[in-house]
Nanobody, 118 residues
Framework: QVQLVESGGGLVQPGGSLRLSCAAS????????MNWYRQAPGKERELVAG???????NYSDSVKGRFTISRDNAKNTVYLQMNSLNVEDTAVYYC????????????WGQGTQVTVSS
């Protein structure tokens, strides 16, 4: 059973930083594209950042310049460094592993809450 386990969420003041981690197990991590999504209350889940197996990154316009996604294939872990957080970043953040060649190989973590509040 593939597992994606997020950690690093919490409560932070506006302007602060958090670093999310997602540890993957029971999959060949290096061949998967890895993504971070988020879902705020009453809103649809949205893609925040992605990193391909070739380490090409992409970001939503709302986080570009503030968030950085990275991966460590030796540790089977993907990270999301979040800086200059604002209240609009409050959401549950989900890790996603997606195999480009096999669409059915798509896995999700359980999510980690990020709350930005003064």
């Amino acid at each position: 059973q593939v597992q994606l386990v997020e950690s690093g969420g919490g409560l932070v003041q506006p302007g602060g930083s958090l670093r999310l981690s997602c540890a993957a197990s029971r999959l060949t991590f290096s061949v998967y594209d890895m993504n971070w999504y988020r879902q705020a209350p009453g809103k649809e889940r949205e893609l925040v950042a992605g990193i391909t197996r070739a380490a090409i990154t992409n970001y939503s316009d709302s986080v570009k310049g503030r968030f950085t996604i990275s991966r460590d294939n030796a540790k089977n872990t993907v990270y999301l460094q979040m800086n200059s957080l604002n209240v609009e970043d409050t959401a549950v953040y989900y890790c996603n592993a997606h195999h480009v060649a096999f669409a059915s190989l798509d896995f999700w973590g359980q999510g980690t809450q990020v709350t930005v509040s003064s």
